[in-house]
Structures are given as structure tokens and as C-alpha cells.
């Protein structure tokens, strides 16, 4: 019996005496500690002149550090460079497209080859509503085109970027926050400036607490908790 | 009874186990987030510093591919003969020319070329100004260019309508860019080496 309950309480001992040893201190209290970039993306085959949403779902969960939704078009040769266009909750300001309050807004960003990064943030955008989204340079001279809901909202100069890696983008800093998304009718312009679905769409999973539906590819972004989609 | 009695024994270290299990796995949990490495958590975050695609070659190769001159430094910190990797993207209706050259001290040089319609002038200037006026548009050797050190800040507002708020421009914090144009050709210096070395090393392309 003595050696029972030992056996019950030592493993107890241990790891009262490993978290005591491996664990660090609590931290102070902070919306946004131990924040990082946790993604959930998907990506088509083929590269495209733009990338598109005709119908990205609006999610208006409680966030408290980020929350992000998007389409974009990203350079493939590492240099940093993309569009994008979604929606985004911004709480604690940690991002620099401006703190929001309450309901997501709609956004475009961009960054340049030399680094900069400029971000246009619109009007709210209500929980369950559907929005499209576009990036494009059906021109091929380097200005693009980041249009909400069929309005061009800003003509970046991109420099020589005019065609790349079409993404779907769900994003969070902090994995008490939400991450699900929910992008549909995922597009990419082609080489004669016509918007075509995905094709070869395959996934990039960083998010430990959330999964890809691939079910639902080529042409949707679901997102869902770690369980079935 | 005894039987019951080894139950209630297995129960007890199945439930201490699983209590060692679950305190475990919250101060692993608790360790990686401490350690988390720092990255920009300022953007929204899908452009990459890593390649997708294209092809490692040799610089005889990347010229019989790219219809553009390929510029080079020779510089300590990057010529010909630190060269650590060459890419190369084959143009095509979906891919665009570009020849990425990476050096043993970090530096990365990309050169893509201006497409049809774009005055490489009137578009740093345009980038600046939609910037927020980050960095310094000048001239290297006569060409232009514009440095942007990670340490940048905004020096004129960026303006919209009325409706949208529109950022400042940021910089990356983690790296130091010169841009300039030789001819058709665009050529990006990335490194996390001074603006003046950088700079230095632009003077030496040819």
C-alpha cells in the first residue's frame, strides 16, 4: 500500500518540481503576450497577374490582439513584396492599419521592394456580411489595383512587380484568438487578364489550434477548429 | 474487494499521470511562448523573404535566361567571389524575369526590369510619396535611386479621402534597402549591413 500511493505521488512531486524549474514566471499582464504571426494560408498552382474573393464571410468574433482575413499577391522571388486586400480586427493596435473597435474593417496594404508599407483602412464591415476582394495589375505596368466590393480603393506604384504567387491569407498573433476564415470563390487573373479559378491550390498550415479544410479546395479558404471541417 | 481495490489504485495513478501529463504540456506551452522568436508584428504579414520557385544556376546561366544585363557588384562585402547562390526566374505570361544573387555577408541583390510604361524616376518618387516619405530619393554613379534604412520614419502625411484612414508609411526594422536603376534594369540591395555600405557596394555595380 506505501508503495502505492507513492507511486500515485511521486510523479505528482516531479512535476510540481519540473514546472517549478522549467516554466517561466508568469508574465504581467498583457493583451498581447508572447504575440506571433500565426498564419493559415492557401495557394494556387499557377501564379496570377491578381487574386480575388467574390465572396469573403465576415467573422466578428471576441478578439484581443488580431484577427485577419485576406487575399493577396506576393512576389516569388523573396523580396518581401505584395498586395492584399480583407477584413481585419485590430484591438490592441498591433497592427499598423489602425486600432478597431468592435466590428472588422475592410483593408488594403502593400509593401514595396525597398521595404515600405502603407495600409488604407475603410469602413466597418458587419459580422456574417460577404465582400469581394481584388488585387490586380491587369495592365502589367506595375500599378495596382486593391478594390473592396468592386471599387478600387487605392493604385499603389509597385515598381516592377506585376505578376506573383496568388494567396488566401487567416491570420492571428495570439492563439486565444480566433482564426477562423472563410474565403470563397478564390480566383487568380491569368496571363489574358481573365479571372480563373484555382488550380493545384495547396495549403500552409502554421496554426496549430485551427486546420485547413482541403475538402473545400481549390476554390474556398475554410478554416476550423481541430476537428472535422 | 480486491479487485476493486486495484481499480481504485489504477485510477488513482492513471489521474496523477494524467495530472503530470497536463502540468507538462502547460510549461512546455508556456516555455515556447516566452521564447517565441521576434518577428514584424506591425503588418499584416503575406510577402516572404524567402524564394518560391525559380531556379539555382550559375551567373552564365542566369544571363542565357534573363533578356536584361546582370549587374553585379564588387564590393567586399559582395562580388563574384562571395557569391553563396544565384536564381533565376524564367520569363513567361505568368512569371516575371528576375535573377535574385545572394553573398556570404547577407547582402541579397535582386534585379528585375522595368515593364512597358514606368519611368523608374517618377515611380521611387511615387513609392516615397505613398510612403509617406520614407528614406531619401537621390542618385548613385548618376542613376537614380532611394535608400531606406530599417530605422526610417514617415516625413509627410499620406493623404486620401475623406472615408479611409491610411497609414504612414513603415519600414522594415530588420533591414537596410538601396534601390536604383542602371539602364532598364532595377537592382535591390537588402542587407542588414549600414546604409553606407550598402550604398558603397550600389557604387561598385557594373
Given at each position: 500500500m506505501t508503495r502505492t500511493r507513492a507511486s500515485v505521488f511521486t510523479p505528482l512531486i516531479l512535476a510540481v518540481f519540473l514546472i517549478g524549474v522549467v516554466a517561466p514566471q508568469p508574465a504581467l499582464?498583457?493583451?498581447?503576450?508572447?504575440?506571433q504571426i500565426i498564419h493559415l494560408q492557401a495557394v494556387p498552382g499557377t501564379n496570377g497577374r491578381g487574386a480575388r474573393s467574390t465572396s469573403m464571410v465576415t467573422f466578428n468574433a471576441a478578439v484581443t490582439c488580431a484577427h485577419i482575413s485576406s487575399i493577396g499577391d506576393r512576389s516569388t522571388?523573396?523580396?518581401?513584396v505584395f498586395t492584399e486586400a480583407g477584413w481585419l480586427e485590430n484591438p490592441a493596435g498591433l497592427i499598423i492599419c489602425g486600432t478597431t473597435s468592435g466590428v472588422p474593417k475592410w483593408f488594403v496594404f502593400w509593401v514595396v521592394a525597398s521595404g515600405a508599407a502603407t495600409c488604407v483602412t475603410g469602413s466597418n464591415v458587419g459580422a456574417g456580411s460577404t465582400h469581394s476582394y481584388a488585387v490586380r495589375?491587369?495592365?502589367?505596368?506595375g500599378i495596382w489595383n486593391l478594390v473592396f466590393d468592386n471599387v478600387t480603393q487605392a493604385t499603389p506604384?509597385?515598381?516592377?512587380?506585376?505578376t506573383g504567387q496568388p494567396i488566401a491569407n487567416g491570420e492571428r498573433r495570439?492563439?486565444?484568438?480566433p482564426g477562423i476564415v472563410d474565403i470563397k470563390g478564390l480566383q487568380r487573373m491569368d496571363s489574358t487578364a481573365s479571372w480563373v479559378s484555382w488550380t493545384n491550390t495547396s495549403g500552409i498550415d502554421n496554426d496549430p489550434g485551427f486546420l485547413i479544410c482541403?475538402?473545400?479546395f481549390p476554390t474556398e479558404l475554410l478554416t476550423a477548429v481541430m476537428g472535422p471541417c | 474487494m480486491l479487485s476493486t481495490h486495484g481499480h481504485t489504485e489504477r485510477a488513482r495513478l492513471a489521474v496523477a499521470i494524467g495530472v503530470c501529463a497536463a502540468l507538462a504540456v502547460l510549461g512546455i506551452s508556456s516555455l515556447r511562448a516566452e521564447h517565441a522568436p521576434q518577428q514584424s508584428m506591425g503588418l499584416p504579414d503575406i510577402g516572404t523573404d524567402q524564394p518560391i520557385g525559380g531556379q539555382v544556376v550559375t551567373l552564365d546561366q542566369a544571363a542565357g535566361v534573363v533578356p536584361f544585363s546582370i549587374y553585379r557588384p564588387q564590393d567586399p562585402v559582395a562580388s563574384d567571389s562571395t557569391i553563396s547562390r544565384v536564381m533565376v526566374w524564367t520569363p513567361g505570361p505568368d512569371s516575371q524575369a528576375t535573377v535574385r544573387m545572394e553573398y556570404g555577408s547577407g547582402v541579397v541583390v535582386t534585379l528585375t526590369q522595368w515593364p512597358a510604361g514606368q519611368d523608374p524616376e517618377v515611380s521611387y518618387e511615387t513609392q516615397w510619396k505613398q510612403a509617406g516619405g520614407l528614406g531619401t530619393l537621390t542618385t548613385v554613379n548618376g542613376h537614380p535611386a532611394w535608400l531606406l534604412p530599417g530605422n526610417a520614419t514617415a516625413t509627410a502625411p499620406v493623404t486620401g479621402s475623406a472615408d479611409v484612414t491610411i497609414s504612414s508609411g513603415v519600414a522594415d526594422p530588420t533591414i537596410n534597402t538601396v534601390e536604383l536603376t542602371i539602364g532598364s534594369v532595377d537592382i535591390l540591395i537588402k542587407g542588414r549591413l549600414s546604409i553606407d555600405e550598402l550604398v558603397r557596394t550600389a557604387g561598385t555595380l557594373g
Amino acid at each position: 500500500m506505501t508503495r502505492t500511493r507513492a507511486s500515485v505521488f511521486t510523479p505528482l512531486i516531479l512535476a510540481v518540481f519540473l514546472i517549478g524549474v522549467v516554466a517561466p514566471q508568469p508574465a504581467l499582464a498583457a493583451p498581447c503576450t508572447g504575440a506571433q504571426i500565426i498564419h493559415l494560408q492557401a495557394v494556387p498552382g499557377t501564379n496570377g497577374r491578381g487574386a480575388r474573393s467574390t465572396s469573403m464571410v465576415t467573422f466578428n468574433a471576441a478578439v484581443t490582439c488580431a484577427h485577419i482575413s485576406s487575399i493577396g499577391d506576393r512576389s516569388t522571388s523573396g523580396n518581401g513584396v505584395f498586395t492584399e486586400a480583407g477584413w481585419l480586427e485590430n484591438p490592441a493596435g498591433l497592427i499598423i492599419c489602425g486600432t478597431t473597435s468592435g466590428v472588422p474593417k475592410w483593408f488594403v496594404f502593400w509593401v514595396v521592394a525597398s521595404g515600405a508599407a502603407t495600409c488604407v483602412t475603410g469602413s466597418n464591415v458587419g459580422a456574417g456580411s460577404t465582400h469581394s476582394y481584388a488585387v490586380r495589375d491587369n495592365e502589367q505596368d506595375g500599378i495596382w489595383n486593391l478594390v473592396f466590393d468592386n471599387v478600387t480603393q487605392a493604385t499603389p506604384n509597385m515598381g516592377t512587380f506585376v505578376t506573383g504567387q496568388p494567396i488566401a491569407n487567416g491570420e492571428r498573433r495570439v492563439s486565444s484568438d480566433p482564426g477562423i476564415v472563410d474565403i470563397k470563390g478564390l480566383q487568380r487573373m491569368d496571363s489574358t487578364a481573365s479571372w480563373v479559378s484555382w488550380t493545384n491550390t495547396s495549403g500552409i498550415d502554421n496554426d496549430p489550434g485551427f486546420l485547413i479544410c482541403t475538402t473545400k479546395f481549390p476554390t474556398e479558404l475554410l478554416t476550423a477548429v481541430m476537428g472535422p471541417c | 474487494m480486491l479487485s476493486t481495490h486495484g481499480h481504485t489504485e489504477r485510477a488513482r495513478l492513471a489521474v496523477a499521470i494524467g495530472v503530470c501529463a497536463a502540468l507538462a504540456v502547460l510549461g512546455i506551452s508556456s516555455l515556447r511562448a516566452e521564447h517565441a522568436p521576434q518577428q514584424s508584428m506591425g503588418l499584416p504579414d503575406i510577402g516572404t523573404d524567402q524564394p518560391i520557385g525559380g531556379q539555382v544556376v550559375t551567373l552564365d546561366q542566369a544571363a542565357g535566361v534573363v533578356p536584361f544585363s546582370i549587374y553585379r557588384p564588387q564590393d567586399p562585402v559582395a562580388s563574384d567571389s562571395t557569391i553563396s547562390r544565384v536564381m533565376v526566374w524564367t520569363p513567361g505570361p505568368d512569371s516575371q524575369a528576375t535573377v535574385r544573387m545572394e553573398y556570404g555577408s547577407g547582402v541579397v541583390v535582386t534585379l528585375t526590369q522595368w515593364p512597358a510604361g514606368q519611368d523608374p524616376e517618377v515611380s521611387y518618387e511615387t513609392q516615397w510619396k505613398q510612403a509617406g516619405g520614407l528614406g531619401t530619393l537621390t542618385t548613385v554613379n548618376g542613376h537614380p535611386a532611394w535608400l531606406l534604412p530599417g530605422n526610417a520614419t514617415a516625413t509627410a502625411p499620406v493623404t486620401g479621402s475623406a472615408d479611409v484612414t491610411i497609414s504612414s508609411g513603415v519600414a522594415d526594422p530588420t533591414i537596410n534597402t538601396v534601390e536604383l536603376t542602371i539602364g532598364s534594369v532595377d537592382i535591390l540591395i537588402k542587407g542588414r549591413l549600414s546604409i553606407d555600405e550598402l550604398v558603397r557596394t550600389a557604387g561598385t555595380l557594373g
